[in-house]
């Protein structure tokens, strides 16, 4: 070694900046991490749900409302009562199946922002399916053939954004951003005269024949069939992503398309599928609602189910666990809103001002968890 | 003192007073003067590695020093500090006597150090004098002739040539680098960083560039030279400081030292150099390319017009600059870049219009340049990324669904036979060093498939030497196992160690074939660089 003793203390330095070249004694230091565990992402959400509330109670406070009954309200509304409980899972319901609907997509990183649109062509899928056979064919028939009939309205609205993108390299997040207006405007013009009720004003069909509405689970409540099969939807989303091939190749192309197409993957059709696979979903909400609450087409069966999908798949980590207690926290939210409007006069809106800090908290928290602060010595 | 007029006018934080320090001990080459870098104590932590601990160097005005060390070593971590684009945890740096403290390139090149690093930071649609303008001048006009009259002048002190207004995307990679070397000397250098300069040049590349450095040398810069080739550092250093594992293990002479001893320094253990090889017995061809033209990736870089023939066991090295066609010719070989023109057979089976799965079913193996963007999924698991590809065969799926048992086993036996180092199959890929990506690959294409074809490129590119050696002796298995293995390289060394033929390819075209025993380096580089000579050597193809 020619360089082995420690060099002397250098030429007339009198003002090192040297605290910023770290403390001879220790020093705090934030480092990335390599893994984050399911713990951190649960703790994630927990205090990114925290805070959100936390920041909103500062808006209570600014409306003038009494911050604590109005989070009383809120949390009697979601689930303070047998009764609130269900009505919360009634509301999670669609928001499962377009969380999945969005979740499988991004998976793949296809953007696909459509399923307010996938939700609609399954609604239309499901309520002329019923209105078709519902009075000639069996429930037992029927029934699943509006299930066949919403999937497939959903699956083939969201393939052309899928076709487009496969074979033209179009963007899909316009083209199913597009598609949300077009199929409004169908839906609108179906409401105003081929499809509309004869005996009303509004702009809504009549009601599909009674023995084609979705069964309830209890005579007092109005959770219906529909909750089991999102349930269902969701534990076949993780059978599809994490045991099948289609799924290897699905998240093989979110992780890195360029592999995927080296090796072997057909890239074009796997777009297509999970596509088809996402609106699918999106179409089977569309199926809860008209099948399991409304019973007839109105464009107002939406309250943007498609979207909140979005914040779901999101907040939920793009995995069908997440996405389902998403769901049904947001579910609850929507709920408890309505019950603290009517009982405090807090505007309901202030819910989506939560819903969008849980999603914006979650998403910082997400990037936060990666790192962590630790404690580093000086001299060793 | 080499300088344009300056650019800086006063230099903020270095003022230039004369420094006294007596200790001058870390410089043994050039006592009494002194050392125009001082790195006291320098640690840099990183999370799970300590990246540099407690380096301590020296460089000399007009000295040019060598950082030797293996990938992961810790060579461009310090040299990033240097040039401000990390900050050291520990250590100080002087530059010139005084503490150097930059917080950013900025600040680095207004100090005087400037540094040349292995991505270069071009903007390729416009011409080298934009980009040198663009990149140096702060004023609101850009000055162009003003600047064209400086940078004209450099070129001629240092003997540069080169068009300063043809766009950067069209230059070979290796004229981009001395866009990269003339814009640092335009904005004035003390301090002269390459990082890993010679990766992208041809033997005549290398002198050229050596020409220069010695040149430089002399009006006083200090050089310090990133590299892991040892005989670059024997014939252009005046000191080496050589590095593992973020480790300073010696600072020597090179006049006192030789390659084998710093082979062992960098490794820590004696290596060995060339790969040990029986004469190929090739059989009959296998694949058999003719007239095959492709598109490339960018403006440079299309396969023009290719014919080879490629047998049964024989490694055939396929050696040119980087940019020539190599990555067109290895799209299309395994099938993502479509042929434009020609045909390409397979045991005598066309594959010119296959899909990339169809091609591997037929027996063509690929592994690619760039492990990370085209070979792996580096957020998967190991295991995953081991099956990817043969996930639908019946080895691994039934009924559309993965079996997870034979995936592990699979994955187990990779990690045991390619001695990858994880502590699992679960793992995920990310953690792996190159080396362990590219046995990733390596298991992959090989294990169970007994590939006819094998097409690797750059196949030790950025891998140490305990894993390049590893590489090549997995490459010299497959050839005696019988395959046909196509090794394109830019690493001349490789190719005149594993292959038994190399071709050259130039501007997207064969422009020779030779055989390595009969040939001289410097006749394959003049090759690479376009220069073809009579038919002498390009007769010696058939052994």
């Given at each position: 070694m020619t360089n082995p003793t420690p060099p002397p203390s250098p030429p007339d330095l009198t003002d090192l900046p040297n605290t910023s070249l770290g403390d001879p004694g220790s020093s705090w230091r934030i480092e990335k991490r390599l893994h984050v565990g399911w713990k951190s992402e649960v703790l994630t959400l927990v205090g990114a749900t925290l805070v959100a509330f936390a920041l909103s109670g500062i808006l209570?406070?600014?409306?003038?409302?009494?911050?604590?009954?109005?989070?009383?309200?809120?949390?009697?509304?979601?689930?303070?009562?047998?009764?609130?409980?269900?009505?919360?899972?009634?509301?999670?319901?669609?928001?499962?199946?377009?969380?999945?609907?969005?979740?499988?997509?991004?998976?793949?990183?296809?953007?696909?922002?459509?399923?307010?649109?996938?939700?609609?062509?399954?609604?239309?899928?499901?309520?002329?399916?019923?209105?078709?056979f519902g009075d000639a064919l069996t429930p037992v028939i029927v029934l699943p053939m509006m299930v066949i009939a919403?999937?497939?309205?959903?699956?083939?609205?969201?393939?052309?954004?899928?076709?487009?993108?496969?074979?033209?390299?179009?963007?899909?997040?316009?083209?199913?951003?597009?598609?949300?207006?077009?199929?409004?405007?169908?839906?609108?013009?179906?409401?105003?005269?081929?499809?509309r009720s004869p005996d009303t004003y509004y702009f809504q069909t009549i009601k599909m024949p009674e023995a084609t509405w979705l069964p309830r689970?209890?005579?007092?409540?109005?959770?219906?069939?529909?909750?089991?099969?999102?349930?269902?939807?969701?534990?076949?989303?993780?059978?599809?992503?994490?045991?099948?091939?289609?799924?290897?190749?699905?998240?093989?192309?979110?992780?890195?398309?360029?592999?995927?197409?080296?090796?072997?993957?057909?890239?074009?059709?796997?777009?297509?599928v999970v596509m088809a696979i996402s609106g699918a979903l999106a179409g089977l909400a569309g199926l809860t609602q008209v099948g399991g609450i409304h019973y007839r087409l109105q464009l107002d069966i939406s309250t943007g189910y498609g979207f909140a999908g979005i914040i779901i798949a999101l907040v939920g980590r793009l995995h069908p666990a997440g996405v389902v207690i998403a769901a049904i926290g947001f579910g609850a939210l929507i709920n408890g809103a309505t019950f603290m409007q009517i009982s405090t006069g807090t505007p309901s809106a202030l819910v989506e001002v939560i819903q969008g800090l849980v999603l914006i908290l979650v998403l910082v928290g997400s990037v936060v968890v990666r790192y962590r602060v630790r404690r580093v010595g000086g001299d060793d | 003192m080499f300088r344009v007029e300056s650019q800086r006018g006063v230099r903020p934080g270095i003022t230039d007073t004369l420094v006294t320090n007596e200790n001058t001990g870390m410089a043994p080459t050039t006592p009494g003067t002194n050392p125009l870098l001082r790195i006291e104590h320098v640690t840099k932590r990183f999370p799970e590695v300590v990246a540099n601990n407690d380096i301590s160097i020296d460089v000399m005005p007009g000295e040019v020093l060598c950082l030797l060390g293996e990938n992961g070593a810790g060579k461009t971590t310090l040299a990033d500090m240097l040039y401000g684009v990390i900050r050291p945890d520990?250590?100080?740096?002087?530059?010139?006597?005084?503490?150097?403290?930059?917080?950013?390139?900025?600040?680095?090149?207004?100090?005087?150090?400037?540094?040349?690093?292995?991505?270069?930071?071009?903007?390729?649609?416009?011409?080298?004098?934009?980009?040198?303008?663009?990149?140096?001048?702060?004023?609101?006009?850009?000055?162009?002739?003003?600047?064209?009259?400086?940078?004209?002048?450099?070129?001629?002190?240092?003997?540069?040539?080169?068009?300063?207004?043809?766009?950067?995307?069209?230059?070979?990679?290796?004229?981009?680098?001395?866009?990269?070397?003339?814009?640092?000397?335009?904005?004035?250098?003390?301090?002269?960083?390459?990082?890993?300069?010679?990766?992208?040049?041809?033997?005549?590349?290398?002198?050229?560039?050596?020409?220069?450095?010695?040149?430089?040398?002399?009006?006083?810069?200090?050089?310090?030279?990133?590299?892991?080739?040892?005989?670059?550092?024997?014939?252009?250093?005046?000191?080496?400081?050589?590095?593992?594992?973020?480790?300073?293990?010696?600072?020597?002479?090179?006049?006192?030292?030789?390659?084998?001893?710093?082979?062992?320094?960098?490794?820590?253990?004696?290596?060995?150099?060339?790969?040990?090889?029986?004469?190929a017995q090739p059989g009959k061809p296998v694949l058999e390319l003719d007239s095959v033209a492709a598109e490339g990736r960018a403006l440079r870089g299309a396969v023009i017009d290719?014919?080879?023939?490629?047998?049964?066991?024989?490694?055939?090295?396929?050696?040119?600059?980087?940019?020539?066609?190599?990555?067109?010719?290895?799209?299309?070989?395994?099938?993502?870049?479509?042929?434009?023109?020609?045909?390409?057979?397979?045991?005598?089976?066309?594959?010119?219009?296959?899909?990339?799965?169809?091609?591997?079913?037929?027996?063509?193996?690929?592994?690619?340049?760039?492990?990370?963007?085209?070979?792996?999924?580096?957020?998967?698991?190991?295991?995953?990324n081991l099956i990817l590809g043969k996930h639908r065969s019946?080895?691994?799926?039934?009924?559309?669904?993965?079996?997870?048992?034979?995936?592990?086993?699979?994955?187990?036996?990779?990690?045991?036979?390619?001695?990858?180092?994880?502590?699992?199959?679960?793992?995920?890929?990310?953690?792996l060093s190159g080396g362990n990506l590219q046995k990733v690959i390596l298991a992959r294409e090989l294990l169970g498939g007994s590939p006819k074809v094998l097409v690797v490129h750059q196949p030790?590119?950025?891998?140490?030497?305990?894993?390049?050696?590893?590489?090549?002796?997995?490459?010299?298995?497959?050839?005696?196992?019988?395959?046909?293995?196509?090794?394109?390289?830019?690493?001349l060394d490789e190719l005149f160690n594993v292959s038994d033929r190399i071709a050259v390819i130039y501007e997207g075209e064969i422009i020779g074939t030779v055989d390595p025993e009969t040939t001289a380096r410097e006749d394959v580089g003049m090759l690479m660089a376009g220069i073809s000579q009579s038919a002498d050597a390009a007769g010696d193809d058939e052994p």
């Open positions: 209570i406070v600014a409306a003038g409302i009494n911050v604590w009954d109005a989070f009383k309200a809120l949390f009697q509304g979601a689930a303070g009562s047998r009764r609130s409980i269900l009505e919360t899972l009634v509301q999670a319901t669609p928001l499962i199946l377009t969380g999945l609907a969005a979740a499988v997509a991004f998976r793949a990183r296809i953007w696909n922002i459509g399923g307010e649109g996938q939700f609609f062509a399954g609604a239309m899928g499901t309520w002329w399916v019923a209105n078709q919403a999937a497939i309205a959903g699956a083939a609205w969201a393939s052309i954004a899928g076709f487009l993108r496969a074979y033209f390299g179009t963007n899909e997040i316009i083209v199913t951003v597009m598609l949300n207006f077009v199929i409004l405007f169908i839906l609108s013009w179906l409401l105003g005269g081929p499809w689970f209890l005579a007092d409540s109005r959770l219906h069939w529909g909750f089991a099969l999102a349930l269902l939807a969701a534990v076949g989303v993780y059978i599809l992503l994490w045991k099948t091939s289609l799924g290897f190749e699905i998240r093989g192309l979110g992780t890195n398309e360029i592999a995927a197409r080296f090796k072997g993957i057909d890239v074009a059709r796997t777009i297509i | 520990e250590g100080h740096i002087y530059f010139r006597g005084q503490h150097l403290d930059v917080k950013s390139p900025k600040e680095a090149i207004h100090a005087g150090i400037g540094m040349v690093h292995q991505h270069f930071e071009l903007v390729t649609p416009m011409s080298a004098l934009e980009n040198i303008v663009i990149g140096t001048k702060e004023a609101t006009w850009l000055e162009l002739d003003e600047t064209r009259i400086k940078l004209e002048g450099l070129c001629d002190q240092y003997g540069i040539s080169i068009d300063l207004d043809v766009q950067v995307g069209r230059l070979s990679v290796g004229e981009q680098q001395w866009i990269e070397i003339l814009k640092a000397l335009y904005t004035g250098v003390d301090l002269l960083i390459l990082d890993e300069p010679t990766a992208v040049l041809t033997p005549q590349g290398v002198d050229r560039l050596f020409a220069f450095l010695r040149e430089l040398k002399q009006s006083g810069v200090g050089i310090v030279l990133i590299t892991h080739k040892l005989h670059e550092v024997m014939e252009i250093s005046d000191r080496v400081a050589v590095l593992r594992h973020g480790v300073l293990v010696d600072t020597v002479n090179t006049t006192e030292t030789t390659s084998r001893e710093l082979a062992r320094l960098m490794v820590g253990r004696d290596v060995v150099l060339t790969v040990e090889k029986e004469p290719v014919s080879l023939e490629l047998r049964k066991g024989e490694i055939l090295g396929l050696a040119g600059v980087s940019g020539n066609g190599q990555s067109a010719l290895f799209d299309t070989l395994v099938g993502v870049n479509p042929p434009t023109n020609g045909t390409i057979s397979l045991d005598g089976v066309d594959i010119t219009a296959m899909r990339p799965k169809d091609i591997a079913a037929q027996g063509l193996s690929g592994v690619p340049s760039d492990r990370i963007r085209q070979g792996l999924m580096m957020d998967s698991q190991i295991q995953e019946s080895e691994f799926s039934n009924l559309g669904f993965l079996d997870k048992k034979a995936t592990h086993d699979f994955a187990d036996e990779a990690i045991e036979q390619f001695e990858i180092t994880a502590s699992s199959p679960r793992q995920i890929t990310r953690v030790t590119r950025g891998l140490d030497i305990g894993a390049s050696e590893y590489v090549r002796r997995r490459l010299v298995a497959e050839r005696d196992r019988g395959a046909a293995v196509l090794l394109i390289s830019e690493d």
